[in-house]
């Protein structure tokens, strides 16, 4: 019958490799699930806080990073009605912003009125080919489901606004951009319209006109200074964040599992897991191969017999005594196995030993570690030494006296 092999095909090095390939490839895979919205590019053309083109508002947060102030831009919705701290910009776009009129926003809030709509330039994504006005009526339907009574106006750009930082020569593209309306308080505009209102009894403000704060507004240095100077007058303190909200533009994001297993305060459970992982991984290489069966307390056979034999030895402290009795085993093997007289002495037997040829390695003959062996060892290692040495002379002289029968 013969003995089932249960050995592994694989070396324990390959199956590391293996295992490392897949780690890694496991681990770049959930990476991009979770982090592909992240990395892309969203500096798209349009009215949004990520948009570098004449009619988006990253210019604007540019600025006020240039200057200081805490800036961010939220993508997560519930911060529109929810948040601890800080200002909110929103920045209505023409069309789909969604359900605006059911959302609660929470002061303090500072609206942009939608003035501008685009064509995206094809050959780069980035940049506004043409622009032209919004259509009123979609600027109106806006201040409808912001519960603003009102309508939107575009007058000729004035000499001076009147705003809480004093007359101001403002200079919005081509029209002024105002809303005629009897419910906002006025806080900057002209008399045909409001620049900069306030709904009563609450801290949210509209601006009429983005030009304001938008690039192509930011050129002009006295609406920058306009623009800067609103942020510090609706912020209760100077360590008050400016947050820019993108949602309503599309650019939300989904608080994912995988994102939030690496946010605090999971980022401690997630890496002790993975360190855990790890530990059982490395168990396994370590222990890759076939699984070790139960053996009896005391084992059968000849093994079990030597091994007892040389444990008997070690515990003993007597392993570098044996060199004078592996020596005469030696002699009494090598004898029967090249068919020496029995009648021969262990001189003469060490005579004809020589005659045989000494050990290819070392080059000593059989009488010279015969030397070596006759007493006790200094200690293991060079009794391990000698007792190999004769070792692989009687294998040396086995092997030739083979080959020279063939």
Request: hydrophobic share 45%.
């Amino acid at each position: 019958m013969s003995e089932t092999n249960t050995g592994s095909p694989f070396a324990a090095r390959t199956v590391a490799i293996m295992l490392t390939i897949a780690i890694v490839s496991f681990g770049a895979v959930m990476v991009l699930a979770g982090w592909s919205p992240e990395l892309r590019d969203r500096n798209h053309a349009g009215d949004h806080p990520f948009s570098t083109s004449a009619i988006g508002y990253n210019g604007f947060v540019q600025l006020l990073e240039d200057q200081g102030y805490p800036v961010e831009i939220s993508r997560l919705e519930h911060r529109l009605t929810d948040r601890d701290w800080g200002v909110m910009v929103v920045t209505l776009p023409a069309w789909g912003a969604g359900d605006i009129e059911k959302t609660d926003l929470q002061p303090t809030t500072l609206i942009v009125l939608p003035k501008w709509v685009g064509t995206v330039d094809p050959f780069n994504a980035k940049r506004q080919r043409d622009t032209r006005f919004t259509d009123a009526s979609a600027v109106n339907d806006l201040l409808a489901k912001l519960n603003v009574t009102g309508e939107i106006g575009r007058i000729d750009v004035p000499r001076l606004t009147e705003t809480p930082f004093g007359d101001m020569k403002l200079k919005p593209d081509v029209k002024m951009q105002v809303i005629k309306s009897d419910t906002l308080i006025e806080l900057a505009g002209t008399e045909d319209g409001i620049l900069l209102g306030k709904m009563p009894d609450r801290d949210i403000y509209i601006l009429a006109d983005p030009d304001m704060l938008n690039t192509f507004g930011l050129a002009d240095r006295e609406n920058a200074r306009f623009a800067v100077q609103l942020m510090d007058w609706v912020r209760y303190d100077a360590a008050e964040p400016i947050i820019f909200d993108a949602t309503l533009h599309g650019f939300v994001r989904s608080e994912n599992l995988m994102q939030m297993m690496f946010d605090i305060p999971y980022v401690g459970a997630t890496l002790a897991a993975l360190a855990a992982a790890f530990l059982l991984g490395w168990a396994a290489l370590v222990r890759f191969g076939p699984t070790v069966r139960d053996s009896r307390v005391i084992a059968l056979g000849k093994q079990a017999l030597v091994d007892n034999s040389a444990g008997l030895f070690t515990m003993s402290r007597r392993e570098t005594r044996m060199a004078p009795g592996y020596l005469a085993m030696m002699r009494r093997r090598v004898a029967r196995e090249i068919a020496a007289p029995k009648t021969m002495t262990e001189a003469q037997l060490s005579d004809l030993f020589d005659r045989l040829g000494p050990e290819e390695q070392s080059g000593k003959r059989f009488s010279q570690m015969e030397a070596g062996l006759r007493g006790p060892s200094a200690n293991r290692e060079e009794l391990m030494t000698k007792a190999r040495e004769l070792y692989r002379w009687r294998r040396d002289i086995l092997r030739r006296g083979t080959h020279e029968r063939k």
